[in-house]
């Protein structure tokens, strides 16, 4: 399989650097509107600890909503059955960051992996500590994953999103107003936009990745019971409005991020990281989405 990924991964990235249509960056955020959407990067960990990796690998690039993955991961270990008292399970149909669902529904969020669903997360990670406490926990797990220290929080895109997030602060603030914030708003956002700035490559992602795979390369960190609800989360509510589409194309759990990056997972066998700042109607990477499917399907990877 070896020489026949590698083939297939620096095929996918000749592909993907002649296309002309390379998406929007998430430009809301003024520092990722800053970023080059002509970049494209795929790596893949298998489980057995190989890694490969055509393109922009070493790159850096914001995280954002893929963090949500870790700190579910995270929360549910501290108080699982206090979230899902407080967060749904179920696919969004509408976008990450829709207030008018969450004011539908009386405060308690679709799913973990929406704003509002990952904004409750955070207030869970933050339970009876400091911002920088969770955020050390935080950093401490994904660092642990990836066994790499080099992986840090960018400060410039926390304040970005800080001084933008206006949508993310009616969302918190709306959450109080139920009950279901149980830290101030200021608190928990600054946790959640902290965590959301994490930067790395897609090799350290992928690396990272590997806990979810569920080949008990990590059974210290999270249970394989734990794995299995993150995977079936990821696949039916990872890519917001576009999960259905991603599941149909690719048919793997992945979790998007504005970014640009997926994090995506083939049940024991491999964790993919793909990057490609440039975005969708939705709010997922195009060619991030098109590699992965490409992969899929080169290498009959796929959960149906």
């Known amino acids: 399989m070896s020489a026949k990924l590698q083939q297939v991964l620096d095929q996918i990235s000749r592909d993907m650097h002649d296309s002309h249509d390379w998406g929007k960056v ?62 749904g399970r179920e696919p969004s149909g509408t976008a990450f960051n829709s207030i008018v669902q969450l004011e539908h529904e009386r405060g308690r969020p679709r799913n973990p992996f929406v704003n509002a669903g990952a904004i409750v997360t955070t207030d869970v990670v933050l339970a ?13 797990f994904v660092r642990a994953a990836a066994e790499d ?43 959640y936009f902290h965590h959301c700035a994490t930067e790395l490559t897609t090799q350290q992602l992928a690396k990272a ?27 039916t509510c990872g890519h917001y409005d576009g999960s259905g589409e991603f599941a149909y194309r690719v048919g793997l759990p992945a979790k998007s991020g504005v970014g640009g990056g997926i994090l995506g997972i083939v049940p024991g066998k491999a964790s993919i990281a793909a990057w490609s700042p440039g975005l969708d109607r939705n709010g997922n990477s195009k060619l991030g989405t098109a590699a992965m499917e490409r992969l899929a399907q080169e290498m009959d990877w796929s959960v149906f």
């Open 26 to 87: 998430a430009s809301y955020i003024p520092e990722l509107g800053q970023v080059r959407p002509d970049q494209f990067a795929i790596s893949v960990a298998t489980a057995d600890g190989d890694m490969f990796s055509a393109g922009n690998a070493s790159t850096r690039f914001s995280a954002q909503s893929i963090t949500k993955v870790f700190t579910l991961a995270i929360a549910l270990g501290r108080a699982g059955d206090q979230l899902w008292r407080r967060v």
């Open 128 to 140: 009876g500590r400091e911002p920088r406490e969770a955020l050390a926990e935080f950093l401490g």
């Open 149 to 191: 220290d080099d992986i840090h929080i960018n400060a410039d895109v926390a304040r970005s999103e800080t001084a933008h997030g206006h949508r993310n602060f009616a969302h918190a603030h709306f959450l109080a107003s139920f009950g279901n914030l149980k830290n101030p708003p200021e608190k928990v956002l600054g946790t």
């Open 209 to 235: 990745g590997r806990f979810l795979v569920g080949s008990n390369t990590f059974p210290h960190m999270v249970s394989l019971d734990r794995v299995r609800r993150l995977n079936a989360l990821m696949l």
